[in-house]
């Protein structure tokens, strides 16, 4: 049987994806790269937000025009949209012969006529192999009011830490120099299992396990258990990256409670303002929601001086999604559209001011590269740093050699600017 499978969504999404795929490929079946060669189609889906649910249909609905013609038998759809809207999905989408939520695996290899097996699969086909992803745990205990992630994947569950120090080994064994940990919030790692965090022990771990060369990068963590002592640790650690994704969504407190985030406003601007006089140069990030129910004109001015306050290198800023099922659907004081795109046109311009400042203080400094691309024939070779994280982050543009390649560290020096990549020299 040959199979092909689009993995839509978050990185969590495609370390479930090569779960998938080892699973069925230790099974018997072949992973072809398109879906033109394929027996059956499989799309692992992601239905967080309305504008996810659109893309994953209309997928889904590119297969079942390659059905339609005979050049596919047969498709599957797992993952989180059938967590979500199963039932009517069903209905509205009767060419589809299998379908599963996210994590029944299983259910998909009997479905498929095949005997159950499991490894994870190296990578997916657009994988760089020097930069991977490990995910520590699967759904969330904190039912934020906008965020449809508890309902659709349930309370958090922790992978066990040797399970976790294994995986680590076999993808540096498999060439990653780079390895982001991944979860709805790494803070509460390890506490459904033993009544309190456990992320430092599982830091330690992978430490003790993996070779010396191999970054560590850490994504999604809650505020609320980000302390002075846990930059501290980061901060002097030689394997765990200067670099810490902390998701506030909001500074104003009575915008905080709405959310039902357990979140003090004082609590955020001291781990930021600590950071900052730990190293100026450590590397933030954060995530924003404008437009929320309520929020006043005072309370987004608000927002903006804090972005001024933190000086935070990258944000990722989003326009309130109003999702059904949740209780801010609910909510009064629905912020109209065209305020909501204004609010959110003024932070971006506000932000990219402050990180054209932060870039700013690189110029002249030597920095590690890991490279994601060197083309022949290309003007520049691109790798990130220490600050940039995959996919959402910038780059470092150094000019193309044909001694440079990719998934191999440079050190460089810093020699140009802009409001979201670096230019540098090799050496330097």
């Not at 601007?269 to 437009?291: C, H, K, M, N, Q």
Request: with cysteine; net charge negative; proline share 5%.
């Amino acid at each position: 049987m040959k199979l092909y499978l689009l993995s839509l969504g978050c990185a969590k999404n495609s370390v479930d994806s090569e779960h998938l795929l080892g699973l069925l490929e230790s099974a018997g079946a072949e992973i072809v790269p398109t879906p033109e060669e394929a027996d059956t189609a499989i799309v692992n889906t992601c239905g967080i937000i309305q504008a996810a649910v659109e893309e994953n249909v209309n997928a889904i609905l590119d297969l079942e025009l390659l059905k339609e013609r005979g050049l596919i038998e047969r498709i599957a759809v797992v993952g989180c949209l059938v967590n979500r809207y199963g039932e009517e999905l069903k209905k509205e989408l009767p060419s589809v012969d299998l379908w599963a939520r996210a994590e029944e695996w299983d259910l998909v290899a009997r479905g498929l006529g095949l005997e159950e097996g499991f490894h994870r699969r190296t990578m997916l086909p657009e994988t760089r192999p020097w930069s991977r992803y490990l995910k520590v745990g699967e759904g969330c205990d904190t039912c934020c009011s906008y965020c449809t992630i508890p309902s659709i994947r349930g309370r958090a569950r922790s992978i066990p830490m040797d399970d976790l120090t294994k995986q680590a080994v076999t993808l540096a064994e498999g060439g990653a120099k780079e390895i982001c940990l991944v979860g709805q919030d790494l803070t509460i790692y390890g506490r459904d299992q033993h009544g309190e965090p456990q992320l430092r022990k599982l830091l330690d771990a992978l430490d003790k396990a993996l070779p010396p060369e191999v970054w560590l990068r850490l994504l999604y963590l809650h505020p609320t258990r980000v302390d002075e002592e846990f930059i501290d640790f980061v901060a002097g650690s030689g394997r765990v990256l200067p670099y810490l994704d902390i998701p506030i969504q909001h500074i104003d407190g009575g915008i905080l409670n709405s959310m039902n985030r357990p979140d003090d406003e004082g609590h955020i601007r001291r781990i930021f303002s600590y950071a900052r006089s730990v190293d100026p140069l450590f590397a933030l990030r954060t995530t924003l929601i404008v437009g929320y129910p309520g929020e006043t004109e005072d309370q987004f001015r608000k927002l903006l001086d804090f972005l001024e306050e933190a000086r935070i290198d990258r944000v990722g800023a989003f326009v309130y999604s109003k999702e059904n099922g949740t209780p801010a659907a609910r909510m009064r004081g629905q912020v109209p559209k065209r305020v909501k795109d204004r609010r959110y046109a003024r932070l971006m311009e506000r932000q990219a001011e402050i990180s054209l400042d932060r870039q700013r203080l690189f110029l002249g400094k030597r920095m590690r590269i890991l490279v994601d691309e060197a083309v022949p024939g290309e003007e520049f070779a691109w790798g990130r740093s220490y600050r940039d994280a995959p996919e959402v982050d910038g780059l470092v543009g150094v000019p193309m050699n044909e001694a440079i390649g990719e998934g191999e560290f440079l050190e460089v020096r810093v020699t140009d600017v802009t409001e979201h990549d670096l230019f540098a020299e090799i050496g330097g």
